[in-house]
Every structure is written in structure tokens, then in C-alpha cells.
């Protein structure tokens, strides 16, 4: 791979601290040994999606809401796997881009509408969802018209997905110490409003880069 390729690869990877962890690593190279492919790792973070949503909805507290939180942690564990052993172990597809993204659409739209109706706030779930891939197409777009793609927050995906994981953890704790269901409402209006910000704030910088560049 050409010093080209490779600096286009890197500015559309998202940056992620833990690939550079030892364990993760090691745990990834057994991955990419063991035969399964990239491609696979994407569509189970759906599986994992679609778990965490019906635990949400139909479990009893606790352990539905803790059982999501678990569920949101190995869909991240997925989307971090899935690049791992498509770059770093050479075993990328023709069609791994679409794999990279539509999975993620799809396991977004599960746990955010779910966590709208565990709320009360089925609408806010809905938008937060369609906002959610708002986000993703924006960053696309970028990634079209220019060299790379713009990650920023303030609601990027992991963004999301660990307020949900907080919130989710905190609901049974308050419903029980004090009686109150702030935790998840508060969660999915927070998703929805730092999505459409992150639409916007990734928005204005690529528009701040096309005029650079003109």
C-alpha cells in the first residue's frame, strides 16, 4: 500500500484510542486467524442491536435496561473488531464499505428507537434515530467531496452509544433510590438535539474547507 493510500485510509477511519491496546490486539489477531471475516463481525453488531432493543422493551427492570447496556458495549466491540481485522490483518472485501455502514445504520435505529419507547418518548426516538444517520451521511458526504471524513461530536456515534449505555445503567438505580424516570428521557432528548448540533457543527467545517480550498 502507497504512502497515499494509506493517509486516505487513515482520514476516513474513525480514531479510537483502543486499537492501540495490547489486549485488543492480541484478541483481534486470534479473530483474523480463526477465519472469520470482517464483514461477519459488522452484521452481528445488528444481532447484538436487536438484542439490547427487545431487552429494553420487554425485559423487567433491572435487568432490561442493564441487559441493553451490555448489548450497546459489544455492538461497539464489534464496530472496533471489524476494522481491526479488515486493516490491520489484510482481510478487507470489495464490499466491506457497505458493511462498515449499513449495519451501523440499522443498529443505531434499533437501540435509539427502543430506548424512545422504554422513555415515553417514542417521537424522540424516532428522530433521534433519523438524526443519528443524518450525522453519518454528513460525514460521508465529506468524505466524498473532499480527502476525508469529519468525525467530531458533540453526538458522534460513541457519543451516543455511551450516554445510552449511562443512561441505561442509571434508570433501574434512580426508578429504585428515588423514584424518578428522568434518566432515559434525559438520554434520548440529549441524542436527538447533539445529533442535529453534530449535523450542523460537520456541516459548517467541511463548508470552512471547500472555501479554503477554492
Known amino acids: 500500500m502507497d504512502e497515499a ?20 490486539q492480541r484478541f483481534s489477531t486470534l479473530l483474523a486467524r480463526s477465519g472469520v471475516s470482517p464483514n461477519a463481525i459488522s452484521v452481528l453488531s445488528i444481532g447484538f442491536a436487536a438484542l439490547g432493543a427487545w431487552a429494553l422493551l420487554r425485559l423487567d427492570w433491572p435487568w432490561g435496561p442493564w441487559l441493553c447496556a451490555v448489548a450497546i458495549v459489544l455492538r461497539l466491540l464489534c464496530n472496533l473488531f471489524d476494522g481491526l481485522v479488515a486493516v490491520e490483518h489484510g482481510r478487507k472485501t470489495p464490499t466491506g464499505v457497505l458493511y462498515n455502514e449499513v449495519p451501523d445504520r ?8 427502543a430506548l424512545g419507547y422504554a422513555a415515553g418518548l417514542p417521537w424522540c426516538g424516532w428522530l433521534a434515530a433519523l438524526l443519528a444517520a ?9 468524505g466524498t467531496v473532499l480527502d476525508s471524513q469529519d468525525f467530531r461530536g458533540p453526538m458522534a456515534k460513541p457519543h451516543r452509544m455511551w450516554l445510552m449505555v ?20 434525559a438520554a434520548v432528548v440529549l441524542v436527538a438535539a447533539g445529533s442535529a448540533l453534530t449535523c450542523w457543527t460537520r456541516l459548517r467545517a467541511i463548508a470552512n474547507r471547500l472555501r479554503e480550498a477554492a
Open 5 to 24: 493510500s494509506t493517509a486516505s485510509e487513515s482520514g476516513n477511519r474513525r480514531p479510537i484510542a483502543a486499537r492501540g491496546n495490547a489486549l485488543v
Open 106 to 113: 440499522l443498529a443505531d435505529s434499533l437501540f435509539l428507537i
Open 134 to 142: 443524518l450525522t453519518a451521511y454528513v460525514r460521508t458526504l465529506g
Open 166 to 185: 449511562a443512561a441505561c445503567v442509571a434508570a433501574p438505580l434512580e426508578a429504585w433510590f428515588a423514584g424518578t424516570g428522568y434518566a432515559l428521557r
